[in-house]
């Protein structure tokens, strides 16, 4: 056991070991389902690295006692492939057993060498379980999707993380592990439970007590202590805004750059910028708002680690662009206004003559609808008012940019 990987060792045999998607093997969910009546289907695995895609396939097959052919197709070619029938072939003749194969990132065979699977999926010599990082409906040959199950495994949450990374310091029982040090390696996994074993395993490997600075090294990132639902979170975010309300585009990139190297979530800084553009550009450049919006959107659609470009583009427009807290300050004396004063009768000439009652009541009376195109022919200024009595003369918009 001395030279085998710290993940290898601690690999899952057992379905009640396995970490994270409950979705697909939590209670009366599909592979638990599949795996509880022993009825397996072809299906192809898709999920980002570390999910457990090649440890769920292992399962499955020891739940089933079928034998497991893992097969690369980085390193794997078509005489592999035929090698691996023939075998299925003759276990299934002689003994029944039936053979899994386990096709590591399918995705990077071509559609002739996907195509040479269908007969044999189909005849049940094999069950394909192929794994992709990439999207099966682009990478992988439709008739082959249309032969099995496609099911999405997700990025391992820290909670799972924590799970994983506590089975691997029990491996290590003589070396002291500081909680700092144990959060910093769940926190720069990225949700990848291999990348958290590795850590753990070279942590150990350069200390017998583990603390941050080691786990710094393990994992190769610099903590940054960034609590996102404490101090730190709401002391960040308020420098960040701060730093574009001054109009000063390097501090603003500086602390934008702390968010993201500290996980925040990048849809909660693009929506800030949203309300910023709103709140303290307004109508001094109203394209202000227009590209903030774009920017979450984009955010949302593109992810990070790609998304930082178009979060700095628009942190440092936003910084550098006129501003203007008129509306700011105007909805926020109207909305006084409505506590604190009376609210007095819509003016008769201002509501809607809907129906002949109205009409006679006097709705609508002398309204000019288009007060600025009457203006325009006759040459006339209309007088016409618009606020209620008790707030006549009111003035809540006043512009403030140059």
Same mark, same amino acid.
């Given at each position: 056991?001395?030279?085998?990987?710290?993940?290898e060792?601690?690999?899952?045999?057992?379905?009640?070991?396995?970490?994270?998607?409950?979705?697909?093997?939590?209670?009366?969910m599909?592979?638990?389902?599949?795996?509880?009546?022993?009825?397996?289907?072809?299906?192809?695995?898709?999920?980002?690295?570390?999910? %457990?895609?090649t440890t769920?396939?292992?399962?499955?097959?020891?739940?089933?006692?079928?034998?497991?052919?893992?097969?690369?197709?980085?390193?794997?070619?078509?005489e592999d492939?035929?090698?691996?029938?023939?075998?299925?072939k003759?276990?299934?003749?002689?003994?029944?057993?039936?053979?899994?194969?386990f096709?590591?990132?399918?995705?990077?065979?071509?559609?002739?060498?996907?195509? %040479?699977f269908?007969p044999?999926?189909?005849?049940?010599?094999i069950?394909?379980?192929?794994?992709?990082?990439?999207?099966?409906?682009?990478?992988?040959?439709?008739?082959?999707?249309?032969?099995?199950?496609?099911?999405?495994?997700?990025?391992?949450?820290?909670?799972?993380?924590?799970?994983?990374?506590?089975?691997?310091?029990?491996?290590?029982?003589?070396? @002291?592990?500081?909680?700092?040090?144990? @959060?910093?390696?769940?926190?720069?996994?990225?949700?990848?439970a291999?990348?958290?074993?590795?850590?753990?395993?070279?942590?150990?490997?350069?200390s017998?007590?583990?603390?941050?600075?080691?786990?710094?090294?393990?994992?190769?990132?610099?903590?940054?202590?960034?609590? @996102?639902?404490?101090?730190?979170?709401?002391?960040?975010? =308020?420098?960040?805004?701060?730093?574009?309300?001054?109009?000063?585009?390097?501090?603003?990139?500086?602390?934008?750059?702390?968010?993201?190297? =500290?996980g925040?979530?990048?849809?909660?800084?693009?929506?800030?910028?949203?309300?910023?553009?709103?709140?303290?550009? %307004?109508?001094?450049l109203?394209?202000?708002?227009?590209?903030?919006?774009?920017?979450?959107?984009?955010?949302?659609?593109?992810?990070?680690?790609?998304?930082t470009?178009?979060?700095?583009?628009?942190?440092?427009?936003?910084?550098?662009?006129?501003?203007?807290?008129?509306?700011? /300050?105007?909805?926020?004396?109207?909305?006084?206004?409505?506590?604190?004063?009376?609210?007095d009768?819509?003016?008769l000439?201002?509501?809607n003559?809907?129906?002949?009652?109205?009409?006679?009541?006097?709705?609508? /009376?002398?309204?000019?609808?288009?007060?600025?195109?009457?203006?325009?022919?006759?040459g006339?200024?209309?007088?016409?008012?618009?606020?209620?009595?008790?707030?006549?003369?009111?003035?809540?918009?006043?512009?403030?940019? @140059?």
């Amino acid at each position: 056991m001395k030279n085998v990987p710290l993940a290898e060792i601690l690999r899952p045999k057992k379905l009640n070991q396995f970490v994270g998607q409950k979705h697909l093997v939590g209670a009366g969910m599909p592979v638990r389902k599949m795996i509880e009546t022993g009825h397996i289907t072809s299906m192809i695995l898709w999920g980002p690295p570390g999910s %457990g895609k090649t440890t769920l396939a292992s399962i499955i097959a020891n739940s089933v006692k079928a034998n497991f052919v893992f097969f690369s197709a980085v390193t794997s070619g078509v005489e592999d492939v035929r090698k691996v029938i023939k075998f299925a072939k003759n276990e299934k003749e002689t003994s029944g057993k039936q053979t899994i194969l386990f096709v590591d990132e399918i995705h990077r065979f071509n559609k002739a060498q996907q195509d %040479g699977f269908l007969p044999h999926v189909e005849n049940g010599t094999i069950i394909l379980i192929g794994a992709t990082t990439e999207n099966p409906g682009f990478r992988v040959n439709a008739p082959l999707i249309s032969r099995s199950q496609v099911y999405v495994l997700y990025a391992l949450n820290e909670n799972d993380l924590e799970t994983v990374v506590k089975k691997a310091i029990k491996i290590y029982p003589k070396t @002291k592990w500081e909680t700092l040090a144990l @959060k910093h390696i769940i926190k720069f996994s990225n949700g990848d439970a291999r990348v958290a074993i590795n850590a753990v395993e070279l942590a150990a490997s350069i200390s017998k007590k583990v603390d941050l600075k080691v786990a710094e090294e393990a994992v190769q990132r610099k903590a940054i202590f960034y609590d @996102k639902k404490g101090d730190w979170h709401y002391d960040t975010i =308020s420098a960040f805004i701060k730093s574009m309300r001054g109009s000063d585009p390097d501090a603003t990139l500086h602390y934008l750059a702390r968010m993201i190297k =500290s996980g925040e979530d990048p849809i909660f800084i693009a929506r800030r910028m949203v309300i910023f553009a709103s709140e303290d550009i %307004g109508n001094a450049l109203p394209t202000a708002s227009v590209v903030a919006t774009s920017c979450m959107q984009a955010v949302h659609m593109i992810g990070m680690p790609e998304a930082t470009l178009i979060l700095a583009q628009t942190a440092t427009y936003l910084a550098t662009a006129k501003k203007s807290i008129a509306s700011t /300050k105007a909805i926020g004396q109207a909305l006084s206004d409505i506590d604190e004063e009376n609210l007095d009768p819509i003016p008769l000439h201002l509501r809607n003559p809907a129906n002949k009652v109205m009409k006679g009541l006097g709705y609508g /009376k002398g309204h000019t609808r288009y007060p600025w195109l009457v203006e325009k022919e006759s040459g006339k200024k209309i007088e016409q008012e618009y606020m209620p009595k008790n707030l006549r003369g009111r003035k809540y918009y006043v512009p403030d940019w @140059k």
